[in-house]
């Protein structure tokens, strides 16, 4: 099965900024300084990108569901960054309580 020059673009679009937003979005995790306006705007991109994809392809089925997926991070990622932000505020008062309490 072949496929068009414009979808193989649009992949190779989504993948950079894919690669970018998760080496930004690793960050939150490894407790280092994150730019969240950086992670929204990537968040976007993709978003825009994958709502082209469903639009215009149904196959093949891997990227249309990759798309979805894209499409639903986007939504939730406000509720997703507060709860990391949530979870490291947790984290970092108990082990201060810990070093404290040493």
């Known amino acids: ?13 989504i993948e950079e900024i894919d690669i970018k937003f998760n080496a930004e979005y690793f960050k939150i995790y490894a407790g280092l300084h994150y ?4 992670i929204k705007q990537l ?3 993709k978003y825009l990108i994958s709502k082209k994809i469903i639009s215009e392809f149904k196959e093949p089925r891997r ?4 798309s979805v997926f894209n499409i639903i991070e986007y939504e939730r990622l406000d509720a997703q960054l507060k709860l990391l932000k949530l979870r490291t505020r947790k984290l970092l008062m108990r082990n201060m309580y810990l070093v404290i309490n040493l």
């Open 63 to 66: 990227l249309f569901l990759a």
């Open 35 to 38: 730019d969240e306006n950086v």
């Open 43 to 45: 968040s976007k991109q």
């Open 1 to 13: 099965m072949s496929y068009s020059p414009k979808l193989f673009q649009l992949c190779e679009v």
